[in-house]
């Protein structure tokens, strides 16, 4: 998950890209939300400890001049709760907005440039990384073929 994840890193290569690229990554618990995101923003350059937004639920990064936010929306309640959290109302523009369990928020879902899914498989796991915008599709294009 974590290779897999630094792979994805070069999606992110739009630098003149105004709005985020939003991932919305879905799996039950303990498949490697976490895990692939970590990568990621390790692969995009974020040194030092990188933990989980479960209780925080948002963990803001800057690497290599990118501003870059990790969210999770386990412990949300309802989606009215995520407009709280303004993902897009930040000071900085993000480059990357990532958030584990987007179904909890079903108009931030929507708007998910790829979704990433991620299903226990025998044996380890099996990822489906899915455009939900022609940009997606863009920035997919830019990591596949996966080795």
């Known amino acids: 998950m974590t290779a897999l994840g630094e792979r994805m890193a070069q999606m992110l290569d739009d630098a003149g890209e105004a709005a985020p690229l939003v991932l919305g990554v879905r799996g039950e618990l303990g498949a490697g939300k976490s895990t692939l995101l970590r990568g990621m923003l390790r692969g995009l350059g974020v040194e030092g400890p990188v933990p989980s937004p479960t209780y925080t639920l948002v963990e803001p990064y800057e690497a290599r001049g990118r501003f870059l936010l990790h969210v999770d929306l386990y412990r949300l309640s309802d989606a009215g709760e995520a407009e709280f959290l303004g993902l897009w109302d930040t000071d900085q523009q993000a480059s990357l907005i990532a958030v584990e369990w987007p179904e909890r928020y ?42």
Do not use: K
Not at 110 to 130: H, K, M, N, Q
Not at 133 to 147: D, H, Q
């Open 106 to 147: 079903p108009a931030l879902l929507r708007a998910a440039d790829i979704v990433v899914d991620i299903e226990y498989a025998s044996p380890g796991r099996r990822v489906t990384l899915t455009p939900g915008t022609a940009r997606g599709g863009r920035a997919l294009a830019r990591i596949l073929p996966l080795p």
